[in-house]
């Protein structure tokens, strides 16, 4: 059974780089076909996928947050990285790690990922 993990702080002050880390178990990160995802949910919105990584490594964002998105994965680790830099309020959300194998296409709601995480809450405030 995959099972995901975010951590991360829960309060980022504006202007600085929120970082969350998401811990896959069950299953290797570099298993073939699957991709795994970086997603958030801001306040009574759906989901706004953020960018993901490939089996292969191979990256993807999304292009209206690219300019502020960095990912990257620790395969001795099985885990999988977010940087968000420059947040505002406007990046206040709950933050999810997802997977899906074989599909990279956005969803529309949790339930069209194979696993993902229980969701962090982020807060940008000073």
């Known amino acids: 059974q995959v099972q995901l993990q975010e951590s991360g702080p829960g309060l980022v002050k504006p202007s600085q780089t929120l970082s969350l880390t998401c811990t896959v178990s069950?299953?290797?990160?570099?298993?073939?076909?699957?991709?795994w995802m970086w997603i958030r949910q801001h306040p009574r919105k759906g989901l706004e996928r953020i960018g993901y990584?490939?089996?292969?490594?191979?990256?993807y964002y999304n292009p209206s947050l690219k300019s502020r998105t960095s990912m990257s994965r620790d395969t001795s680790k099985n885990q999988f990285t977010l940087h968000l830099s420059s947040v505002t309020p406007e990046d206040t959300a709950v933050y999810y790690c997802?997977?899906?194998?074989?599909?990279?296409?956005?969803?529309?709601?949790?339930?069209?990922?194979?696993?993902w995480g229980q969701g962090t809450q982020v807060t940008v405030s000073s």
């Open positions: 990584i490939g089996y292969k490594g191979g990256i």
């Open positions: 069950g299953v290797n990160i570099t298993a073939s076909g699957y991709y």
């Open positions: 997802a997977t899906r194998r074989g599909d990279a296409t956005i969803a529309r709601s949790l339930h069209e990922y194979d696993a």
